[in-house]
């Protein structure tokens, strides 16, 4: 890589923080490697205007004058280009482990934190995107987006008790990746950072055994995952009868 960057595409939006998992996932990919970032700005519409006609969907970097689309290829190329550099998946059997929590953990938080919000979700992204946000999450959803989020406040909290397999595995390990973390930690963190991202009222308990890893894994290269835009993750309020 020149001067050691590369040029990064990004899904963000307006209030600056990405949104995307799969970028957020490359994000921490490429900082890994020890590489810098020129960062391409813009939302969901547009994508192939910012990219000269290469592709619909993001993540995609350029590493000089080489593109490359799709996280899982994006990191697979990072470990081939840069094997002297730490490695991100060190064994075919680590990527299918990591594919099968990733399964979990998205469909045990992420489906159901998006139908608490999906309102919060098209508001903080770009106005130019609202309109395609609103259309194409009624048609995944079959459903407005004022009706999707209804009963969120009972809904929240039946997701805590579900995140137990990552409990016990962090109170017995640092990372996934062991003593350091690795490509799995990241897309992993990729489900708390998209969360953070939307959420207009925190999703999980000031007390939640998470909270350490999901601390930590923010923290990493200088505090990646606390950039503008965030939100708490951290403060919801049980109520009387909700799971703990």
Same mark, same amino acid.
């Given at each position: 890589a020149k001067d050691n960057r590369i040029i990064f595409y990004d899904l963000a939006l307006s209030t600056g923080a990405t949104i995307s998992p799969f970028v957020w996932a490359t994000k921490y990919a490429v900082a890994h490697k020890g590489l810098e970032m020129e960062v391409v700005p813009g939302g969901f519409t547009g994508i192939m205007e910012r990219t000269g006609g290469k592709t619909e969907r993001l993540p995609a970097i350029v590493d000089d004058g080489k593109w490359v689309l799709d996280s899982w290829l994006i990191a697979e190329y990072l470990d081939e280009t840069?094997?002297?550099?730490?490695?991100?998946?060190?064994?075919?059997?680590?990527?299918?482990? *990591? #594919? *099968?929590? #990733?399964?979990w953990l998205w469909q *045990?938080?992420?489906?159901?934190?998006? *139908?608490? =919000?999906?309102?919060? =979700?098209r508001d903080r992204s770009l106005p130019q995107d609202h309109e395609y946000v609103t259309a194409s999450r009624a048609r995944m959803f079959g459903a407005k987006m004022d009706d999707i989020i209804l009963g969120r406040e009972a809904r929240l909290p039946q997701v805590l008790p579900n995140l137990e397999l990552l409990r016990q595995t962090f109170a017995e390990h640092p990372w996934i990746g062991g003593e350091s973390p690795n490509y799995a930690d990241y897309r992993l963190l990729s489900v708390f950072l998209f969360c953070a991202s939307v959420a207009d009222i925190p999703p999980m308990t000031a007390d939640e055994p998470l909270r350490d890893?999901?601390?930590? /894994? !923010?923290d990493l290269y200088g505090g990646l995952g606390r950039c503008e /835009?965030?939100?708490?993750? !951290? /403060?919801?309020?049980?109520? #009387?009868?909700?799971p703990e």
């Open positions: 840069y094997p002297d550099r730490p490695t991100l998946i060190a064994s075919e059997s680590e990527k299918v482990m *990591t #594919e *099968t929590l #990733e399964r *045990t938080a992420i489906g159901p934190w998006m *139908t608490c =919000y999906i309102k919060s =979700y890893w999901i601390d930590r /894994g !923010f /835009g965030m939100s708490p993750l !951290f /403060g919801l309020q049980l109520r #009387e009868g909700d």
